[in-house]
């Protein structure tokens, strides 16, 4: 079983994500494999002590490349899983504070 210190990875920061933080209080994280809404919930309201609206969850596939001779199909990066946070009105994350 895994506990709330496994179930979140690492923040995913890209310019979306940094839109959806500034204006919209969402928060993008990669998650593990079998993680639920419930559990990335209880994550973030223990680690980060902030209160969690809305928990969305999408399993995002590989990226695939070809090599130029042999045109193979061959996996690039590998698929994950990444939630987004919602949280209330007023509330941030301090890992997100940096990054405008």
């Given at each position: 079983m895994t506990?709330?210190?496994d179930v979140l990875r690492r923040p995913l920061v890209t310019e979306k994500s940094n839109y959806q933080s500034?204006?919209?209080h969402q928060y993008t994280f990669e998650?593990?494999?079998d993680a639920t809404k419930g559990l990335v919930k209880d994550a973030i309201e223990t680690l980060f002590d902030v209160k969690v609206t809305r928990v969305n969850i999408?399993?995002?596939p590989a990226k695939?490349?070809?090599r130029a001779?042999?045109?193979r199909v061959l996996v690039r990066v590998p698929s994950f899983k990444k939630a987004i946070v919602t949280l209330e009105a007023g509330q941030t994350l301090e890992i997100f504070e940096g990054v405008q």
């Open positions: 506990t709330i210190y500034g204006k919209l998650v593990s494999k999408q399993n995002v695939r490349g070809r001779r042999s045109r």
